[in-house]
């Protein structure tokens, strides 16, 4: 069964960078059918796409968080890592890390716990 | 950019009763829309892709409808593990994937 496990601060200082890494188990990252994605929530707030990554690099970012978002994979710890600069009380927000198809039916279907991110100094 | 907008916010609904969950798209997604299921502390579970076919385990009772902009999500005999929020999300076009806003179910 695949197993998503998201770990990193759950504390970070405004305008320094978030930092997260998604720990992917019972499977393996190297997939041509699957890209590995993040996705926040806000408190008491819906659900927003911030990207996702394919095993060779390749990655498609949400443009409404323009270049703050760096996603990267390391197919040899099996994981994927975000990064988001200059946050700000507004990045506050359980943070997922997921999987979808990479073609076809691009739903998200493993998902990690997720982990609480507070923005804040 | 698409815009998802899911009606109504909250729906009041008692045990056993049908509820009827919708989501609009802001032009034609085709039938490239999922339902998912959220429980207070947990991540989102996906219940039906393709607009109308329900995930691996997941319940007959839960049954998806719809095509183009207007697209249907219902529960046809409510179970106390119901109870949740539920949100829409196209892939037709995509960057970016988009959700809904959510439609809360909560017990009448």
């Known amino acids: 069964q695949l197993q998503l496990q998201e770990s990193g601060p759950g504390l970070v200082k405004p305008s320094e960078t978030l930092s997260l890494t998604c720990s992917v188990s019972g499977g393996s990252i190297i997939s041509n059918s699957h890209y590995w994605t993040w996705i926040r929530q806000s408190p008491g707030k819906g659900l927003e796409w911030i990207g996702s990554i394919y095993y060779s690099g390749s990655t498609y970012n949400n443009p409404s968080l323009k270049s703050r978002v760096t996603i990267s994979v390391d197919t040899s710890k099996n994981q994927f890592s975000l990064k988001l600069s200059s946050v700000t009380a507004a990045d506050t927000a359980v943070y997922y890390c997921?999987?979808?198809?990479?073609?076809?039916?691009?739903?998200?279907?493993?998902w990690g716990q997720g982990t609480l991110v507070t923005v804040s100094s | 950019e698409i815009v998802m907008t899911q009606s109504p916010a909250t729906l009041s609904v008692s045990p056993g009763e049908r509820a009827t969950l919708s989501c609009r798209a802001s032009?034609?997604?085709?039938?490239?829309l999922a339902w998912y299921q959220q429980k207070p502390g947990q991540a989102p579970r996906l219940l039906i892709y393709?607009?109308?076919t329900r995930a691996t385990g997941i319940p007959a009772r839960f049954s998806g409808g719809g095509s183009g902009t207007e697209f249907t999500l219902t529960i046809s005999s409510l179970q106390s593990e119901d109870f949740a929020v539920y949100y829409c999300?196209?892939?037709?076009?995509?960057?970016?994937?988009?959700f809904g806003g959510g439609t809360k179910v909560e017990i009448k």
């Open positions: 999300q196209q892939y037709n076009n995509w960057p970016p994937l988009i």
């Open positions: 393709g607009a109308s």
């Open positions: 997921a999987r979808h198809l990479s073609y076809g039916h691009v739903n998200f279907d493993y």
């Open positions: 032009r034609s997604v085709s039938n490239n």
